[in-house]
């Protein structure tokens, strides 16, 4: 089993322009603000947020903190719902507009374990994939903290879901084409942070 | 490798981590639900005292007369809403305003209890399964929610996406699914089992486990990658 794992950017298209059954009411529930519609939401809907969240933060606490706002601010947010795409690609704008602060947060704690890490000399516990894939994973997020939050949003939505340049933009509400632009120089730069700390 | 693989790899790498990791989910919820009951009471309150000193200021003839007894049956219930020291009006204590009846968690009809007080040390992680008090903790810093169905999820998880064990994770995904078939986290018990089913090449049994995500009949954020895993496994076997 090879690249069949990598999705097209027009499956997840499609995935997400499709409503489940039963979303109009949920929204007109969420617009009325009736006791459960939040909760049906979250039931609904929190593990594509919390998965965004955790792939834009890089930190399962900020993710979780992120994932909260997100469904609080929904009552007040689902005023601008248009319904032209799915209400989770919805939840996902409203997550990009509350990450700032949990950005913060996750960059500060994960330099506070670098150093602590440092210091410790841990030995690995981990067998060497695993231990290389958590390498990876960790010399790439703190890679992204170092992109404009500009870039890096396009690249969680684009290779980290695996979304098309189009729905990107319509959930950044920029054109395509800025789209493209941002994601090429978020991977040159990413490119080259990840090549250095490569090297012996 | 190349610097396009390695960021490729490392992209991956990335986004199964951030899948691996078991989330609190029923402790988010709950605080989810405590924040919007705590932002709503303010705004309950300031709408009926606003409401009340609209209608008592308007001064007009119609309320005058008609209005009269209507505008003092609303100061009267403001007064006994909000008590005497809210209006300065004097009067009997105001009557408690009944409790908003609380949200039922997903499927079981269980309460929502208020949280406990927060309590001075940190709760330490339990090694094993500890019992679930009853409603929801507080998503504390640093700490997670423990709960018998969690602890056999996060086993199955370390033999599935750390130790690589196969074998031993199909056991552990059908033991989780067998004893808590309606865990908040089942559907995802669902999806890596049939990941292991991938993985163990057991081709039938893992295009029946991944149907119900790829067809839509269970509503998952994987279903994408579920049908693509369909496809490759439709394709003959050592083939690309």
Known sequence: MSGSLVTTGAAMLLEDQASPPGETALVDGLRAREPGAVAMAYDRHHRAVRAFARRLVGDDEAAEDLVQDVFVALPSAVRRFRQRAALRTFLIGIAINHARHHLRAAARRRRTLERLARVASEPPSLPDEAAERRRLATALARALDDLPLKQRMVFLLCDLEHRSSAEAAAILEIPDATVRTRLHHARERLRAILAREGRP | ?240
Not at chain 2, 89 to 102: E, K, L
Not at chain 2, 104 to 118: E, M
């Open chain 2, 1 to 240: 490798m190349t610097d396009e693989e390695r960021l490729h790899q490392a992209a991956w790498a990335l986004s199964l981590e951030a899948d691996a990791a078991p989330a609190p989910v029923a402790a988010t919820r709950a605080r989810i639900l405590q924040r919007l009951q705590q932002s709503d009471r303010p705004r309950a309150r300031r709408s009926s005292l606003v409401l009340g000193a609209a209608l008592l200021l308007s001064g007009s003839v119609a309320l005058a007369t008609v209005g009269q007894p209507l505008a003092r049956q609303l100061w009267q219930a403001v007064v006994d809403r909000y008590g005497p020291a809210a209006t300065g009006a004097r009067g009997a204590p105001r009557p408690r305003s009944p409790a908003r009846p609380p949200i039922p968690a997903p499927g079981s009809g269980a309460r929502i209890v208020p949280l406990p007080p927060p309590v001075a040390a940190p709760i330490p992680l339990a090694a094993g399964p500890s019992p679930v008090a009853g409603g929801a903790r507080r998503a504390r810093s640093g700490q997670r929610s423990q709960d018998p169905s969690l602890a056999l999820f996060q086993r199955a998880q370390r033999l599935h996406f750390h130790q690589r064990d196969f074998p031993s994770a199909l056991a552990a995904w059908d033991a989780f699914l067998a004893r808590h078939p309606s865990a908040p986290l089942a559907l995802e018990a669902g999806y890596n089992r049939a990941l292991c089913l991938v993985r163990l090449g057991q081709r039938a049994a893992a295009a029946t486990a991944l149907a119900p995500f790829a067809d839509g009949t269970v509503i998952h954020y994987r279903q994408a990658e579920a049908r693509a895993l369909m496809q490759a496994l439709r394709a003959p076997p050592g083939g690309q």
